[in-house]
């Protein structure tokens, strides 16, 4: 391309869903798959989508993998179409939240007769196994990778095409069961949803969304080519478009050092001295969460496309991620009540949300091994990839010796697709990017 001629991000990503639009309506395949990146807009396409199908008169289902997403789903079609019904194909103990409760289009039932046939129902994938009877020209699954394929494969007789969108750099999904017995057989239910889709399909369309309008300038890069190294994406913004200051000032300690690196480049690594600790390591735990303090103490300002004169970065505006959930109970703890807005979570729990700043405890802090839990690139993806300003991570010194003293060992199995990106490449690059911020 032309220098001067590169295409704006707002073309280049309607180009890929007109074209994703375009083939739904064709009805020449039975399936379409949209792979993207984080913060590129899946719900945008799928409520899109869904409400296209709906206008052109073909009842449809989305099946959504958690009832957070599912009730998200609602509150964003209902407000694209207020004149569209939909239906919450929920469990009978559930409780509407508000973003339900607030459209009176949308109407609650375990059962999909006791719904009134609206134009879409929406219900979660668990949900939609337990339906036996009835059938949709049209089903859109969300958050396809990281659905299971035996779930698809409980669903897939209640519609004749699908749109199955999702991150295929995200976590796979997981089971709390030995699968090794179906290690290789091409409908091994461990593996993700489309990925058995695509080997029983080979000659599906799959279109790739080319912008994420979440991640900054300074980390769609760096997030691209550590765990999108094969199909890469941009940011949809550029590098003056947004910015984070303070308007209090700090005691200038090594706290002060990293929120101030993030604000300025994107990155900081908050390095703790090398040694071995338990999983709930105090003194990581407590960098976290008074990281996360210091942001609010300094008075954060984001400004960004949304906020051009700037927005204050209230508690809810930050979160603190980590591997697990104990981790995640220690650093709620040295938060406290100056903390209570801040979202701590794991990083499955933290998969398709969104913050201005992220501090992360990286998986592999104070670890005598690299595990393949810990070494799972979709769990570092996930982390590093929520935000829309900074990210931070808390981290022992070691990390790298530990990576070169823990080769990838996993098993090498037939007929099963090699995963890329490798975990121990992607925590490589990642380090290498924060060691020369």
């Known amino acids: 391309m032309l220098a001067g001629l590169e295409v704006p991000p707002a073309v280049e990503a309607e180009r890929v869903i007109t074209a994703v639009l375009a083939d739904l309506r064709s009805g020449q395949h039975r399936g379409v798959v949209v792979d993207s990146p984080p913060g590129a807009g899946k719900s945008t396409l799928v409520v899109r989508a869904a409400v296209e199908l709906a206008a052109a008169g073909e009842p449809l289902i989305i099946i959504a993998q958690t009832n957070e997403q599912v009730d998200d789903l609602i509150d964003r079609l209902a407000r694209k179409a207020p004149e569209l019904r939909i239906g919450r194909l929920s469990a009978t103990d559930y409780q509407p939240s508000a973003r339900v409760k607030d459209h009176e289009t949308v109407k609650v039932a375990a059962k999909v007769a006791d719904l009134g046939g609206p134009a879409v129902i929406i219900g979660t994938a668990a949900k939609w196994a337990t339906v036996t009877e009835g059938s949709w020209p049209w089903a859109i699954v969300d958050e396809a990778y990281q659905m299971r394929s035996d779930a698809l494969l409980r669903v897939a007789g209640r519609f004749e095409r699908a749109l199955f969108v999702g991150d295929p750099g995200q976590l796979d999904p997981f089971s709390t069961v030995e699968t090794v017995r179906w290690t290789g057989l091409t409908w091994d239910p461990m593996q993700a949803a489309v990925a058995v889709l695509l080997r029983h399909n080979p000659d599906l369309p799959v279109y790739r969304l080319p912008v994420s309008w ?8 760096v997030v691209a080519a550590a765990f999108y190294p094969f199909t890469g994406f941009r940011a949809g913004t550029g590098a003056g478009d947004r910015a984070l200051s303070f308007t209090e000032p700090g005691p200038g300690d090594a706290l002060d050092a990293a929120v101030e690196l993030a604000a300025t480049t994107g990155w900081a690594l908050h390095e703790l001295p ?18 996360a303090l210091r942001v609010l103490q300094r008075g954060a300002v984001a400004v960004s496309e949304h906020a051009p004169a700037g927005a204050p970065v209230t508690a809810d505006r930050i979160a603190v991620g980590a591997a697990h959930r104990d981790q995640v109970a220690a650093i709620r703890a040295h ?19 969104e913050y201005d700043v992220t501090i992360v405890l990286h998986p592999l802090s104070g670890r005598r091994d690299a595990t393949a839990f810990h070494l799972e690139s979709g769990r570092l993806c996930v982390l590093t990839s929520r935000h829309r300003h900074a990210c931070i991570v808390v981290a022992r010194a070691g990390i790298g010796q530990l990576l070169d003293a823990h080769p990838s060992t996993e098993s090498v199995h037939l007929d099963v697709p090699v995963k890329f990106p490798d975990g121990w490449v992607a925590n490589q690059t990642m380090l290498t990017h924060l060691g020369a911020t």
């Open 335 to 353: 938060l406290g009540a100056a903390g209570a807005g801040v979202t701590v979570d794991t990083a499955n729990r933290l998969q398709g949300r």
């Open 274 to 291: 090398a040694r071995h600790t338990l999983r709930t390591d105090t003194e990581a735990a407590s960098a976290c969460a008074a990281l």
């Open 214 to 221: 979440r991640l900054p300038a300074s980390a769609a890069p």
